[in-house]
């Protein structure tokens, strides 16, 4: 299906396909970037660094 779906995109709606790319690049990129972690007043971390959510980058690099 991941190789499917770019061919019938670029078959039925070439138009789309610049469209659509720059989509998925733009929550690629979105979702690229760790939270910065919490600090309290004097720079200290009070707060585990955030768990990276990688599966939305992973759902968009298999289109």
């Known amino acids: 299906a991941t190789h499917a ?3 019938l ?7 789309l ?8 690049f733009d929550i690629y ?3 690229n970037k760790l939270p ?3 600090v309290d007043q004097f720079g200290r971390q009070i707060q585990a660094q955030p768990i990276d959510t990688w599966e939305p ?3 968009v690099a298999d289109c």
Do not use: H
């Open 5 to 7: 779906l770019p061919k």
């Open 29 to 31: 990129t979105k979702n």
């Open 17 to 24: 396909v610049p469209f659509i790319l720059s989509d998925l």
């Open 57 to 59: 980058r992973a759902g």
């Open 36 to 38: 910065p972690p919490i």
């Open 9 to 15: 995109l670029e078959a039925s709606f070439p138009q």
